[in-house]
């Protein structure tokens, strides 16, 4: 690695909804993320996440405000 720290560019987020539903609301809070894991892996509901060495401590504090919104948000609405 060019730096001396782990990084891990990519990862798989196991979500409760289709995963192109959630790239649906994800945009409607500005955020372009999570590609869907493909049904052949066998992790049900889940997307693939991935930054670069460009993406920002901004970007992922915005990505993590627009999943805790759209994920919290579905897990309440289920429960009403």
Sequence with gaps: ???GANFFNEFVL???MEPADLRTELARHGV???VAAGEE???GHAVVLAATESTTDADIEKLIA???AVLKGR???AHV
């Design 1 to 3: 690695p060019l730096v």
């Design 75 to 77: 897990k309440e609405a």
């Design 41 to 43: 892996y066998g992790l």
């Design 66 to 68: 627009a999943l805790d």
């Design 14 to 16: 196991p979500v409760n």
């Design 32 to 34: 372009q993320a999570g």
